[in-house]
């Protein structure tokens, strides 16, 4: 059973300093990676897809890496400003799953003071 | 090209009523997921589906709970006599095909608030 772990749950970080978020997977076997932003009592936003296939990902300041070898992925934003404060979650998308499911990480919650 | 839709966005029900969730996919996509955020907590998979078929329920509680896609209209969720412990925020998922490496895009979420 596929297992995604999310640390540390919660970040706080003066306004300026580059983020890393990390994200682990128990089972290699996936097909892509995929990180989301979530604001308070909001959707989700999906910010970065990583394809199996791929070692990273970029979209402006936000960079995400994958190692599936090590079942980690890390996602690094640059520069950070107060608007980044959000909940960050990963999720995976298994081979071995019937119907393609997401499996989330519990989020990490970061707070970007100015 | 309207993204995925849901409503209500916000619905509360008292315990044992009924709680009717609607999620329209994004135009062309055929494969809806529904996910169940409870306070505090991430998010997990409960039931996929395709236009009139469940693929994949392991995620739903056995009980109360049933997922439908027809071929006309939107996705609904069902809860049948909420309790308590069914309030959450619930988010609907849609891709345009099957395979794994296709991205699924999410709607804004129903909070259910059961009083």
């Known amino acids: 059973k596929q297992e995604v772990t999310q640390i540390p749950a919660a970040l706080s970080v003066p306004e300026g300093e580059n983020l890393v978020l990390n994200c682990s997977f128990t089972?290699?076997?996936?097909?892509?990676l995929q990180w989301f932003r979530q604001d308070p009592g909001k959707g989700l936003t999906s910010l970065l897809l990583?394809?199996?296939?791929?070692r990273e990902q970029t979209s402006g300041r936000l960079n995400a890496s994958l190692d599936k070898s090590s079942g980690r992925s890390t996602l690094y934003i640059a520069a950070s400003q107060p608007g980044d404060s959000a909940t960050y979650l990963c999720a995976a998308r298994m081979i071995k799953a019937a119907g393609n499911k997401l499996t989330f990480g519990g989020g990490t919650r970061v707070l970007v003071k100015p | 090209n309207a993204g995925v839709m849901q409503n209500p966005r916000h619905l509360v029900r008292r315990r044992g009523q009924e709680a009717r969730l609607r999620c329209s996919p994004m135009?062309?996509?055929?494969?809806v997921y529904w996910y169940r955020q409870l306070p505090e907590e991430g998010l997990k998979f409960m039931v996929y589906?395709?236009?009139?078929?469940?693929?994949?329920e392991s995620g739903m509680p056995k009980e109360r709970f049933s997922a439908e896609f027809p071929k006309e209209g939107p996705s609904i969720l069902r809860i049948q006599q909420v309790v308590r412990g069914d309030s959450a925020a619930y988010f609907c998922?849609?891709?345009?095909?099957?395979?794994?490496?296709?991205?699924?895009?999410f709607g804004p979420g129903t909070r259910l608030t059961v009083l």
């Open positions: 589906l395709q236009k009139e078929n469940i693929i994949d």
């Open positions: 990583i394809q199996s296939s791929q």
């Open positions: 089972d290699s076997a996936i097909y892509n």
């Open positions: 135009k062309g996509h055929s494969h």
């Open positions: 998922a849609s891709s345009a095909m099957t395979g794994g490496e296709n991205e699924q895009f």
